[in-house]
């Protein structure tokens, strides 16, 4: 599934990779963008001048397709497949997810690659993040890591849901209700 990325956040890693550029007839030298997170407006001046092909009425449009990510320390994904558990309030405003990581690789690269910083879902909407995250240990090693992602109104849960399809889809996983 191919999604148009008409801008990118600050914030994702995707951003520092690729930016969109439209070469647009008669276009003013900036470009206004907005950020999907917070509606920040930004000034993107070209680095060089307009060339030829702006003379025409065309523009250029950038497709680009983020597999969906789950990290640890931010940079670098996670390989192991977890189990998730959710739990949504009756009333349906509110819910919990909660992952459980058996025998991580982020235990593998965090000694070259720093401590873990976090929870983060990255898609092609952006980054779903949370800070609640524990490991356990077994007999001095690393075993299991939990992290909780806690949506609290029904905009939240949806996009928790949009990311879900989208990372099992990647993954090859199903639901299945208990």
Known sequence: MAAVMKTLAIASPVSAQAQPRRCLAGAPSQQ????????????????????????????????????????????????????VRLTKSRDGTNGVAIFTF????????SAELGDITGFYMIDEEGVLQSVDVSAKF????????EAKYVMRTPRDWDRFMRFMERYSQANGLQFVKK
Do not use: Y
């Open 32 to 83: 206004s963008l907005q950020s999907s997170f917070n509606g920040v407006s930004l000034q993107c001046r070209p680095a060089f001048p307009p060339r030829p092909c702006c003379s025409r009425s065309s523009s250029v449009q950038v497709v680009m397709m983020a597999k969906p990510s789950i990290q640890f320390i931010q940079g670098t994904d996670e390989q192991t497949i977890p189990d």
């Open 138 to 145: 077994v007999n001095g090693k690393p075993a299991r890591v």
């Open 102 to 109: 058996d025998q991580p690789s982020v235990f593998d690269s």
